[in-house]
């Protein structure tokens, strides 16, 4: 299984970004999927996670209103949309796969599979 980011890059605050992520190797229509992120000097952080079987969604409190996850179980990819981008958005952001629960989890330990990472960095 390999996850793939792209669509990161420089934005000024207040921006947009949209960046991506395509699997392969199994289908994503059955799986969990998340996106975390880590600026440097800071632990790895939840972002936000897409369920399989009724598309919810969670999101850590920091982006609620601005970032939307949404999923494309045809294309076997996710999308992550960044609005109102801030500085403190800036890090490396990372897609994931849970294989296994059902309900949407915010610990990394439950994402098996993990993208390269993408970075986003966003002046101020």
């Known amino acids: 299984v390999q996850l793939q980011a792209s669509g990161g890059g420089l934005v000024q605050a207040g921006g947009s970004l949209r960046v991506s992520c395509t699997v392969s190797g199994r289908t994503i229509s059955s799986v969990n999927m998340g996106w975390f992120r880590q600026a440097p000097g800071k632990e790895r952080e939840f972002v936000g996670a897409?369920?399989?079987?009724?598309?919810?969604?969670s999101y850590t409190d920091s982006v609620k209103g601005r970032f939307t996850i949404s999923r494309d179980d045809k294309k076997n990819t996710m999308a992550l949309q960044m609005n109102s981008l801030k500085p403190e958005d800036t890090a490396v952001y990372y897609c994931?796969?849970?294989?296994?629960?059902?309900?949407?989890?915010?610990?990394?330990?439950?994402?098996?599979?993990w993208g390269q990472g993408t970075q986003v960095t966003v002046s101020s």
């Open positions: 897409i369920g399989w079987i009724d598309n919810s969604t």
């Open positions: 994931a796969l849970d294989p296994l629960m059902i309900t949407l989890e915010t610990d990394p330990i439950h994402f098996k599979y």
